[in-house]
């Protein structure tokens, strides 16, 4: 099993920023891609970004492309998201995910371990 905590979320303004992080433990070693999702009051849940577990290869949705940043450390089993120029439309749960396949998936379906989230609020 792997675990996965998320920390660094808030309160914060439009046009802030945010940066989340993920750790994983457990059994890393069987992972590849992480991601990232979020999940607004009445929605369903979203894909952000992913990154493959070389770091080499990144995606991101189109509503946060040139805003959002992911990257990850492998040694210390993080993973993070830089949020730049967060408006409303950011808030939301952020939620971690880790895939045992090692592709730039964003699909929910391919994600087979999830931490519990944390909140983004953003006011105007």
Avoid at 64 to 69: A, L, S
Wanted: proline residues 2%; contains cysteine; glycine residues 12%.
């Amino acid at each position: 099993q792997v675990q996965l905590v998320e920390s660094g979320g808030g309160l914060v303004q439009a046009g802030d920023s945010l940066r989340l992080s993920c750790t994983a433990s457990g059994r890393t070693a069987g992972t590849g891609a992480m991601g990232w999702f979020r999940q607004a009051p009445g929605k369903e849940r979203e894909f952000v970004a992913v990154i493959m577990r070389s770091g080499g290869l990144t995606s991101y949705a189109d509503s946060v492309k040139g805003r959002f940043t992911i990257s990850r450390d492998n040694a210390k089993n993080t993973v993070y998201l830089q949020m730049n120029s967060l408006n409303p439309e950011d808030a939301a749960v952020y939620y971690c995910a880790a895939s045992i396949i090692d592709l730039p998936v964003a699909r929910r379906e391919n994600y087979h371990y999830w931490g519990q989230g944390t909140q983004v609020t953003v006011s105007s």
